[in-house]
């Protein structure tokens, strides 16, 4: 059996900065923008967004931004809105339960 040995406060760190780049993108839009939705339909259209993007892990942004062009940079910002379009739009055709 491998003993298990407990990670260091660096490498701690390390982890921590670990993050989806497109939670990051679609959340600022969301804040950005003015939507007539209630904090719980602003929940459901980041649910739905991040559901149809890809998962992109990264450690700091400008890791985005050194592995992509601008042109690929401004792409993907406009794919992020057309998916954030299309989930506020089924968000608001949804009946109220």
Not at 38 to 49: M, R, T
């Amino acid at each position: 059996m491998r003993q298990q040995v407990p990670l260091s406060n660096a490498a701690l760190d390390n982890l921590s900065d670990i993050g989806n780049y497109y939670e990051r993108v679609v959340l600022d839009h969301l804040m950005t923008r003015s939507y007539e939705l209630d904090d719980e339909q602003l929940a459901d259209v980041a649910c739905l967004a991040l559901n149809k993007l890809p998962s992109w892990y990264i450690r700091h942004s400008v890791d985005a931004h050194f592995f992509l062009g601008e042109s690929q940079l401004i792409e993907l910002h406009n794919h992020v809105e057309e998916v954030i379009d299309e989930a506020v739009k089924k968000v608001i055709s949804a009946p109220a339960p």
